[in-house]
Protein backbone atom coordinates (compact mmCIF):
# COMPACT_ATOMS: atom_id res chain seq x y z
CA UNK A 1 0.00 0.00 0.00
CA UNK A 2 1.59 3.58 -1.24
CA UNK A 3 1.39 6.40 1.57
CA UNK A 4 0.75 9.82 1.44
CA UNK A 5 3.15 11.35 -0.91
CA UNK A 6 3.99 15.34 -1.61
CA UNK A 7 5.90 17.35 -3.42
CA UNK A 8 8.23 19.35 -3.61
CA UNK A 9 9.79 18.87 -0.51
CA UNK A 10 10.92 22.30 -0.09
CA UNK A 11 10.72 25.94 -1.97
CA UNK A 12 11.78 29.32 -2.15
CA UNK A 13 9.37 31.96 -3.14
CA UNK A 14 9.33 35.60 -2.54
CA UNK A 15 6.21 37.73 -1.77
CA UNK A 16 3.50 38.23 -4.55
CA UNK A 17 4.36 35.01 -6.56
CA UNK A 18 2.51 31.89 -6.87
CA UNK A 19 2.73 28.66 -6.03
CA UNK A 20 1.50 25.11 -6.27
CA UNK A 21 2.15 22.23 -4.00
CA UNK A 22 1.05 18.59 -4.74
CA UNK A 23 -0.33 15.86 -2.87
CA UNK A 24 -0.55 11.88 -4.09
CA UNK A 25 -3.33 10.47 -1.37
CA UNK A 26 -3.00 7.20 -0.18
CA UNK A 27 -4.43 4.07 -2.19
CA UNK A 28 -8.01 3.85 -2.35
CA UNK A 29 -8.74 6.89 -0.51
CA UNK A 30 -10.60 9.46 -1.66
CA UNK A 31 -10.85 12.15 0.42
CA UNK A 32 -7.68 14.85 0.59
CA UNK A 33 -7.40 17.45 3.63
CA UNK A 34 -4.88 20.53 3.55
CA UNK A 35 -3.11 22.07 6.43
CA UNK A 36 -0.55 24.47 7.21
CA UNK A 37 1.76 24.47 10.27
CA UNK A 38 3.64 27.43 11.47
CA UNK A 39 6.48 27.04 13.27
CA UNK A 40 5.40 26.01 17.02
CA UNK A 41 1.88 25.63 16.02
CA UNK A 42 -0.92 22.84 15.66
CA UNK A 43 -1.86 22.16 11.79
CA UNK A 44 -4.46 24.90 11.22
CA UNK A 45 -7.15 23.54 8.79
CA UNK A 46 -7.04 25.11 5.36
CA UNK A 47 -9.50 23.10 3.38
CA UNK A 48 -11.10 19.30 2.50
CA UNK A 49 -11.41 17.74 -1.28
CA UNK A 50 -13.94 14.86 -1.37
CA UNK A 51 -14.88 13.23 -4.76
CA UNK A 52 -13.28 16.39 -6.87
CA UNK A 53 -15.61 18.44 -5.00
CA UNK A 54 -15.02 21.25 -2.14
CA UNK A 55 -16.19 19.92 1.31
CA UNK A 56 -14.77 21.99 4.35
CA UNK A 57 -13.05 25.02 4.70
CA UNK A 58 -11.17 26.22 7.43
CA UNK A 59 -10.43 30.19 7.99
CA UNK A 60 -8.34 30.84 4.99
CA UNK A 61 -9.06 33.48 2.22
CA UNK A 62 -9.83 33.02 -1.18
CA UNK A 63 -6.45 32.98 -2.53
CA UNK A 64 -5.96 29.90 -1.15
CA UNK A 65 -7.48 27.35 -3.82
CA UNK A 66 -6.89 23.50 -4.36
CA UNK A 67 -8.18 20.95 -6.80
CA UNK A 68 -8.81 17.12 -6.89
CA UNK A 69 -7.64 15.25 -9.75
CA UNK A 70 -10.21 12.17 -11.16
CA UNK A 71 -7.44 9.80 -8.87
CA UNK A 72 -7.81 11.48 -5.79
CA UNK A 73 -4.61 13.39 -5.77
CA UNK A 74 -4.87 16.97 -5.10
CA UNK A 75 -3.05 20.69 -5.35
CA UNK A 76 -3.03 23.31 -3.16
CA UNK A 77 -2.46 26.64 -4.89
CA UNK A 78 -1.67 30.00 -3.25
CA UNK A 79 -1.38 33.37 -4.90
CA UNK A 80 0.13 36.83 -4.11
CA UNK A 81 2.38 34.89 -1.55
CA UNK A 82 2.48 37.06 1.81
CA UNK A 83 5.76 36.25 4.11
CA UNK A 84 2.91 34.73 6.73
CA UNK A 85 2.70 31.66 4.44
CA UNK A 86 5.94 30.64 5.22
CA UNK A 87 5.21 27.07 7.16
CA UNK A 88 5.04 23.38 6.72
CA UNK A 89 2.03 22.29 4.48
CA UNK A 90 0.43 19.31 5.16
CA UNK A 91 -1.45 16.79 3.38
CA UNK A 92 -4.05 13.95 4.53
CA UNK A 93 -5.81 11.47 2.80
CA UNK A 94 -8.31 9.42 4.36
CA UNK A 95 -10.83 6.57 3.29
CA UNK A 96 -14.64 6.51 2.39
CA UNK A 97 -17.13 9.57 2.77
CA UNK A 98 -19.65 10.49 5.95
CA UNK A 99 -20.03 7.92 8.37
CA UNK A 100 -16.45 5.78 7.65
CA UNK A 101 -13.98 6.15 9.87
CA UNK A 102 -12.20 8.72 8.29
CA UNK A 103 -8.54 8.09 10.08
CA UNK A 104 -6.31 10.58 8.59
CA UNK A 105 -2.78 9.52 7.06
CA UNK A 106 0.11 12.69 6.53
CA UNK A 107 2.43 13.10 3.80
CA UNK A 108 5.63 14.24 5.00
CA UNK A 109 5.13 17.76 4.23
CA UNK A 110 6.34 20.98 1.85
CA UNK A 111 8.12 23.27 3.64
CA UNK A 112 7.40 26.56 2.28
CA UNK A 113 9.65 29.90 2.90
CA UNK A 114 8.59 33.01 1.65
CA UNK A 115 10.79 36.04 0.86
CA UNK B 1 -15.75 27.57 17.30
CA UNK B 2 -13.74 24.52 18.80
CA UNK B 3 -10.83 25.16 20.49
CA UNK B 4 -8.46 22.62 21.28
CA UNK B 5 -5.81 22.64 24.11
CA UNK B 6 -3.02 20.05 25.03
CA UNK B 7 -1.40 20.50 28.36
CA UNK B 8 1.52 20.66 29.46
CA UNK B 9 3.35 21.99 26.33
CA UNK B 10 6.37 20.65 27.47
CA UNK B 11 7.42 17.60 29.03
CA UNK B 12 10.77 15.88 30.57
CA UNK B 13 11.21 12.29 31.91
CA UNK B 14 13.69 9.48 32.77
CA UNK B 15 13.49 6.91 30.44
CA UNK B 16 11.09 3.79 31.62
CA UNK B 17 8.52 6.32 33.27
CA UNK B 18 5.00 5.84 32.73
CA UNK B 19 3.21 9.32 31.54
CA UNK B 20 -0.08 11.27 30.71
CA UNK B 21 -0.71 14.14 28.04
CA UNK B 22 -3.78 15.76 28.00
CA UNK B 23 -6.02 17.25 25.67
CA UNK B 24 -9.43 19.06 26.17
CA UNK B 25 -11.68 20.24 23.50
CA UNK B 26 -14.25 22.80 24.14
CA UNK B 27 -17.16 21.83 21.52
CA UNK B 28 -18.27 17.99 23.12
CA UNK B 29 -20.27 17.70 19.53
CA UNK B 30 -17.28 15.51 17.73
CA UNK B 31 -17.32 12.55 15.24
CA UNK B 32 -13.85 11.51 16.21
CA UNK B 33 -10.59 12.44 17.93
CA UNK B 34 -7.08 11.25 16.85
CA UNK B 35 -3.59 11.20 18.43
CA UNK B 36 -0.62 11.52 16.48
CA UNK B 37 3.59 11.71 16.86
CA UNK B 38 5.34 14.56 14.91
CA UNK B 39 9.23 14.37 14.81
CA UNK B 40 10.91 17.62 13.77
CA UNK B 41 10.27 18.62 10.72
CA UNK B 42 8.31 15.57 9.86
CA UNK B 43 4.83 15.25 8.92
CA UNK B 44 2.31 13.60 11.26
CA UNK B 45 2.19 9.91 12.27
CA UNK B 46 -1.00 8.33 13.45
CA UNK B 47 -1.01 6.78 16.70
CA UNK B 48 -4.48 6.15 17.36
CA UNK B 49 -8.33 6.93 16.44
CA UNK B 50 -11.17 6.87 18.92
CA UNK B 51 -14.95 7.60 17.74
CA UNK B 52 -17.26 9.72 19.67
CA UNK B 53 -18.96 6.86 20.61
CA UNK B 54 -15.73 4.68 22.24
CA UNK B 55 -14.26 5.35 25.48
CA UNK B 56 -10.78 3.38 24.75
CA UNK B 57 -7.94 2.95 22.77
CA UNK B 58 -5.20 1.13 22.71
CA UNK B 59 -2.20 0.54 20.89
CA UNK B 60 0.66 -1.64 22.42
CA UNK B 61 1.94 0.59 24.97
CA UNK B 62 -0.21 3.32 24.63
CA UNK B 63 -3.67 3.61 25.44
CA UNK B 64 -6.10 6.48 24.56
CA UNK B 65 -8.97 7.73 26.56
CA UNK B 66 -11.80 9.82 25.38
CA UNK B 67 -14.80 11.95 27.47
CA UNK B 68 -16.86 13.26 25.80
CA UNK B 69 -18.97 15.08 27.93
CA UNK B 70 -16.41 16.49 29.65
CA UNK B 71 -14.34 17.44 26.43
CA UNK B 72 -11.50 15.62 27.66
CA UNK B 73 -8.69 13.00 26.38
CA UNK B 74 -5.56 11.66 27.52
CA UNK B 75 -2.85 9.64 25.95
CA UNK B 76 -0.79 7.45 28.69
CA UNK B 77 2.14 6.16 27.73
CA UNK B 78 4.10 3.22 29.46
CA UNK B 79 7.72 2.52 29.81
CA UNK B 80 8.68 5.46 27.87
CA UNK B 81 11.73 5.29 26.24
CA UNK B 82 13.99 7.91 24.49
CA UNK B 83 12.62 6.99 20.68
CA UNK B 84 8.99 7.86 22.31
CA UNK B 85 10.67 11.77 22.12
CA UNK B 86 8.32 13.64 19.98
CA UNK B 87 5.58 16.36 19.99
CA UNK B 88 2.52 14.66 20.21
CA UNK B 89 -0.68 16.11 18.73
CA UNK B 90 -4.40 15.59 18.93
CA UNK B 91 -7.13 16.56 16.69
CA UNK B 92 -10.68 16.75 16.59
CA UNK B 93 -13.45 16.09 13.73
CA UNK B 94 -16.63 18.20 13.71
CA UNK B 95 -19.89 16.45 13.49
CA UNK B 96 -20.50 17.92 10.57
CA UNK B 97 -17.61 15.66 9.24
CA UNK B 98 -15.66 18.74 7.15
CA UNK B 99 -13.57 20.43 9.57
CA UNK B 100 -10.66 19.55 11.69
CA UNK B 101 -9.05 20.97 14.98
CA UNK B 102 -5.50 20.42 15.97
CA UNK B 103 -4.06 21.59 19.78
CA UNK B 104 -0.27 23.01 19.71
CA UNK B 105 0.98 19.78 20.76
CA UNK B 106 2.92 18.62 23.74
CA UNK B 107 7.01 18.25 23.05
CA UNK B 108 7.94 15.19 24.82
CA UNK B 109 11.96 14.76 26.11
CA UNK B 110 12.73 10.90 26.90
CA UNK B 111 15.98 11.29 28.98
CA UNK B 112 18.10 8.41 28.88
Known amino acids: ETGVTQSPTHLIKTRGQQVTLRCSSQSGHNTVSWYQQALGQGPQFIFQYYREEENGRGNFPPRFSGLQFPNYSSELNVNALELDDSALYLC??????????????FGPGTRLTVL | KQEVTQIPAALSVPEGENLVLNCSFTDSAIYNLQWFRQDPGKGLTSLLLIQSSQREQTSGRLNASLDKSSGRSTLYIAASQPGDSATYLCAVKGEDFNKFYFGSGTKLNVKP
Open chain 1, 92 to 105: ASSGGGQGSYNEQF
